[in-house]
């Protein structure tokens, strides 16, 4: 079912544009657990490494403390917003490998996701600060908690 792939990159795209290195997370969450099965996809065998692993859980922590930075750039300037297309991308890819379907299909759905994802959620935060008042540390919290519950989810397989 081809549709059930589509609507799992972008999940991932989505995730990309909120916080791009939490969607590499994933996706080696996801090629770890592939890598029983020994796959000969040399981009779930490179994201299947646990040093890479460790890194990408590493730079994931750090881009949820940056982000809370009042010098970090809007994700919607195009070397973020090209990062979290990119991160997409990655997602998408690993989605459609694991699947056994053409890789590059997965990373045009989930790159465009993240970017639509990247504005969907840049202006939704300014609109909600807007309206509320509410403070932009616990926006940034927020939408920390929704990415941090999907990572924890990728783990349990």
Do not use: H
């Not at 081809?2 to 994933?26: F, N, T």
């Amino acid at each position: 079912m081809k549709s059930k792939y589509i609507y799992q990159a972008m999940a991932l795209g989505c995730i990309a544009g909120m916080r791009s290195i939490s969607a590499l997370v994933i996706s080696t969450n996801l090629a770890s657990q592939a890598s029983i099965f020994k796959p000969k996809n040399p981009l779930l065998k490179f994201l299947a490494k646990p040093s890479l692993k460790i890194a990408a859980y590493l730079m994931a922590a750090g881009e949820m403390g940056g982000d809370k930075l009042p010098s970090t750039p809007d994700r919607i300037k195009p070397a973020p917003l090209s990062g979290r297309a990119i991160m997409g991308a990655v997602s998408g890819a690993v989605i459609y490998s694991l699947a056994r379907k053409n890789p590059y299909e997965g990373a045009l759905i989930a790159g465009l996701t993240a970017i639509a994802s990247s504005y969907t959620f840049y202006y939704l935060r300014k609109e909600i600060k807007a309206k509320t008042g509410a403070p932009d540390l616990l926006l940034g919290l927020t939408e920390d908690a929704i990415v941090a519950s999907q990572v924890i989810r990728s783990r349990k397989g």
